[in-house]
T-cell receptor, first 114, second 114 residues
Framework: AQSVTQLGSHVSVSEGALVLLRCNYS??????LFWYVQYPNQGLQLLLK??????LVKGINGFEAEFKKSETSFHLTKPSAHMSDAAEYFC????????????FGTGTRLQVTL | NAGVTQTPKFRVLKTGQSMTLLCAQD?????MYWYRQDPGMGLRLIHY???????AKGEVPDGYNVSRLKKQNFLLGLESAAPSQTSVYFC?????????????FGPGTRLTVL
């Protein structure tokens, strides 16, 4: 069975500071990994995804994530936080099985302060 | 394209009442999903469908039923609502396997059961 662990349910950073949101996964098969963002009162929007190939993945809004198989991690980073980045972020893993089911982490709420 | 739409956006029910949530997608996706989102628990899969006329149970199916009579629509039913079903419900859709499993989400339905 797959699982996703997101360390830290709340993260607060200053505007302009580095954003680091942690995600570790477990999967019995090579996984597909995703980061989704949810702005208040909205649905989820895909930030970036790793399927195969290059392990450093770039997404929208300046975010990127690196797949590290040896550490079973897929941490999300952004060099400089902006106020508009305040949202909830979800890491998810897919088992590449027939139904493309996603298993989500519990989410990390990012607060950006002046 | 409208993407994934959900009806209604908000609903308040009394315990024991029934209701149906409608999800529609205009992207010709094969797979459709219903999730519920609860604080601190991320998104959990209720039911999913891999094609018209087929449905399957997810992680938390009890108390819910679904139907996929048309490819573009996926209905979620609550036969006898309970306060434990107070949640935000999200519908999602994706292409068949081989399209990197990206799921597209609707804006959500906020349901309160009194």
């Amino acid at each position: 069975a797959q699982s996703v662990t997101q360390l830290g349910s709340h993260v607060s950073v200053s505007e302009g500071a580095l954003v680091l949101l942690r995600c570790n996964y477990s999967s019995s098969v090579p996984p597909y990994l995703f980061w989704y963002v949810q702005y208040p009162n909205q649905g989820l929007q895909l930030l970036l995804k790793y399927t195969t190939g290059a392990t450093l993945v770039k997404g929208i809004n300046g975010f990127e994530a690196e797949f590290k198989k040896s550490e079973t991690s897929f941490h999300l980073t952004k060099p400089s936080a902006h106020m508009s980045d305040a949202a909830e972020y979800f890491c998810a893993v897919s088992d590449t099985g027939t139904a493309s089911k996603l298993t989500f982490g519990t989410g990390t709420r990012l607060q950006v302060t002046l | 394209n409208a993407g994934v739409t959900q009806t209604p956006k908000f609903r308040v029910l009394k315990t024991g009442q029934s209701m149906t949530l409608l999800c529609a997608q205009d992207m010709n996706h094969e797979y459709m999903y219903w999730y519920r989102q609860d604080p601190g628990m991320g998104l959990r899969l209720i039911h999913y469908s891999v094609g018209e006329g087929t449905t399957a149970k997810g992680e938390v199916p009890d108390g819910y039923n679904v139907s996929r009579l048309k490819k573009q629509n996926f209905l979620l039913g609550l036969e006898s609502a309970a306060p434990s079903q107070t949640s935000v419900y999200f519908c999602a859709s994706s292409y068949v396997l081989g399209q990197n499993n990206e799921q597209f989400f609707g804006p959500g339905t906020r349901l309160t059961v009194l």
